[in-house]
Structures are given as structure tokens and as C-alpha cells.
């Protein structure tokens, strides 16, 4: 899917990406200057990371300080919490639009215009980018493959891809999620409480970059089973 | 005195110890008063049973069980159980204060330039 939706200016000015960054400090560099110098603002976001990964988001800040806004959390608390960090903070600055962006360079930045094209022209309140899951490894096709239809037996939403790092809102939208999650579950929840809340959603089909970096963490198997226990203990505690 | 000499005696003796144990933490105010109670109970019963084991049967009837022995294990493993749920509960809702913290403290302390460079 070639983009040919271009945001003007003012429009990208209003949207907030947040990039939550665990250990990163190879890459973490080269993906918020591509999407700084695209004219989007960005809210990154630290999880307590061993490596240089914050100082690397400080200097990166220096380049383009009008875009860069950087937090950072003392200690490591997972993707889902630096997520939730990163929204709360993007909604500080009053953005038109909120979009999360995984660190590792998986995401292509050209999507984010073909993400955001659903929010801008009315059609949705949510968008989330799916992964063509031909593309990916068989291990993480799999252990995606079964994640999504957990997502659909616990959660009764029916999506293509339901761990994906790649998401849209509105601001009004976005305010109304109520995420609770600390690790990456996140994905599975940001689906429930689009379906609880009846936003308009919509998936648009991203691209991913699979390179030996970028398969070491996300949705193997492991996390697979971790993700399924934390569902079914949530299915029982809240029913 | 039923058994032999020394098992009874080496029960006491651990008992004594974290009683002595307990009691101390207690007067530091690092244990609240209930536990403090309970745990003076538990070490209370162990001496007593490993004094005289026939007391144990006594729980037995109660419940309905044959054997002392055997009252003594269920009520161990379900006590065992019992602290496991609690202690899981706990570590849940000390992870979310963390987790609550690490975050609110993230975004009251959003890193801006101005004060990077006074530092350098």
C-alpha cells in the first residue's frame, strides 16, 4: 500500500507520537529524527533502560528541541506503562491526534501519514496499523496469530492484528481509554476499550521492517503465554 | 512425655527462638499487632503438639479427620496456600503504587533543556 495522503503542516503539529523506549539506544536515534524531520511532535519516552538509550533521546532532543518532549521512568515498568506514561503526557499539550510508534524501527514512517488518514478526514476515532502476518517470522506469526484470537475469545473483538504497536486516536477518543496494563497486554486492552467505548475504528495495513534487531523482543511465544495467563486472570477477576 | 526426647526438644528450641524473634520485631513496630498474634499462636500450637502429639487429634475430631497427623498437614497446606494468595495480592497492589509512582514521577519531571545544560 503506496501512501498518497499527505498532512499539512498544522495538522502534523497536532500529532503527538509517542515512542516508548526500553534499552533501544542503537536504533531509538535514527527513528525519532526520521519522524522528528517529518514535522510530527514526539513524546519519548524512557522505561528505565540500563543502556544510553535516555541520553541518546536527550540529544536527539537538542537537534529538533521544538518537537522533541523526553520522560523518562526511574526504573523499568514495561511497555504498557511507558505507553500509558507517554499518552498522559501527549494529552498535557492538547494534540488533535495521538499516535503510538514502537522504538525498535520495525514501523515504517510513511505509515503514519496512511494511519492517521482514517482520524483526519472523519471516518474513525481509533485506527490501528496491522501487520501483514505473511511477512513475519513463522515463530512470531504464530505466537501473534494465536494472541489475536485470544483477543477475540476474551475481549469479542475481531481484528487482523491485535499486538500491534502501531496506533491512532483522536485526542477525545484517547481520553476515554482506560488502560490498565503494565506490560504487553497493552495491545489487547487498547482493542477492548476501543469496542467498550463504540469508537469508530478502523485497521489500516502497515509495513513492517523485520530485521535480526527487530524480532528479539515483542510477541514471541513467551510472551505469548504470559500475555494469555494475565487475560484469563483478568476475565475472572472482573466478572 | 510421648516420643523421643530430642524431637520435642528441638521444636521447642525452634520455637522459642522465633518467638524471641517475633516479639523483637514486634517492639521495632516492623509487624502489625495481629500478625504478632497469629504468629505467636502458630509457634504456641507447634509446641504444644510436638509436647504432647495426641493434642493434634483433638483437631482431628473437629474436622472430622481420623488421624492427628493428617489434621496437622491439611491445616498446614491451606495456611500455606492461604499466605501464598495474600502474599500474591500484596505484591500486586505494591506493583501498581510502583508503577503508579515511576509514572507520575516521569511526567512531573519531564526533561527539558534549560536544566540539561545547567547541569553540564
Not at chain 1, 536504533?27 to 517529518?38: C, F, P, Q, T, Y
Not at chain 1, 503510538?100 to 478526514?121: K, M, R
Not at chain 1, 515463530?139 to 494472541?147: R, V, Y
Not at chain 2, 474436622?63 to 489434621?71: M, N, P, V
Request: aromatic share 10%; proline share 3%.
Amino acid at each position: 500500500m503506496e501512501s498518497n495522503f499527505t498532512i499539512s503542516r498544522d495538522d502534523k503539529k497536532s500529532i503527538y507520537i509517542i515512542i516508548p523506549a526500553y534499552n533501544e539506544e542503537k536504533r531509538v536515534g535514527n527513528v525519532l529524527k526520521k519522524v522528528a524531520s517529518l514535522g510530527y511532535k514526539i513524546i519519548a519516552v524512557n522505561d528505565g533502560s540500563s543502556d544510553n538509550t535516555l541520553n541518546v533521546l536527550k540529544s536527539v532532543q537538542k537537534e529538533y528541541p521544538d518537537n522533541i518532549y523526553v520522560l523518562s521512568h526511574i526504573i523499568n515498568m514495561g511497555a504498557g506503562s511507558a505507553t500509558r506514561t507517554g499518552l498522559d503526557a501527549a494529552l498535557k499539550h492538547n494534540p488533535s491526534y495521538v499516535v503510538t510508534f514502537d522504538a525498535d524501527g520495525q514501523h515504517d514512517y510513511n505509515d503514519i501519514a496512511n494511519v492517521c488518514e482514517p482520524l483526519i478526514s472523519g471516518r474513525a476515532e481509533a485506527v490501528i496499523g496491522a501487520r501483514p502476518f505473511e511477512d513475519m517470522p513463522l515463530d512470531k506469526n504464530f505466537a501473534n496469530t494465536i494472541m489475536t484470537l485470544l483477543t477475540e475469545i476474551f475481549y469479542h473483538v475481531k481484528v487482523k492484528d491485535s499486538q500491534t504497536g502501531f496506533r491512532a486516536f483522536t485526542a477525545s477518543a484517547a481520553r476515554k481509554l482506560k488502560i490498565e496494563s503494565h506490560g504487553y497486554l497493552i495491545s489487547s486492552e487498547f482493542i477492548k476499550e476501543i469496542n467498550k467505548n463504540n469508537l469508530k475504528f478502523e485497521e489500516v495495513t502497515i509495513k513492517t521492517i523485520y530485521t535480526d534487531e527487530t524480532q528479539k523482543k515483542g510477541t514471541n511465544a513467551l510472551v505469548g503465554i504470559k500475555i494469555m495467563l494475565r487475560m484469563i486472570r483478568e476475565v475472572f477477576y472482573k466478572h | 512425655m510421648n516420643g523421643t526426647p530430642l524431637y520435642p526438644l528441638t521444636f521447642i528450641i525452634i520455637a522459642i527462638l522465633a518467638i524471641a524473634i517475633i516479639y523483637l520485631k514486634f517492639r521495632e513496630k516492623k509487624i502489625s499487632l495481629t500478625s504478632f498474634i497469629l504468629w505467636i499462636f502458630l509457634w504456641v500450637m507447634i509446641v504444644i503438639i510436638a509436647i504432647d502429639p495426641k493434642f493434634s487429634e483433638i483437631f482431628a475430631r473437629i474436622f472430622g479427620i481420623s488421624r492427628g497427623l493428617d489434621a496437622i498437614f491439611i491445616m498446614a497446606i491451606i495456611s500455606l496456600l492461604y499466605m501464598c494468595f495474600k502474599l500474591f495480592l500484596k505484591i500486586e497492589k505494591l506493583e501498581q503504587n510502583i508503577n503508579k509512582l515511576v509514572r507520575e514521577l516521569a511526567i512531573k519531571n519531564e526533561i527539558n533543556l534549560e536544566n540539561e545544560e545547567d547541569k553540564d
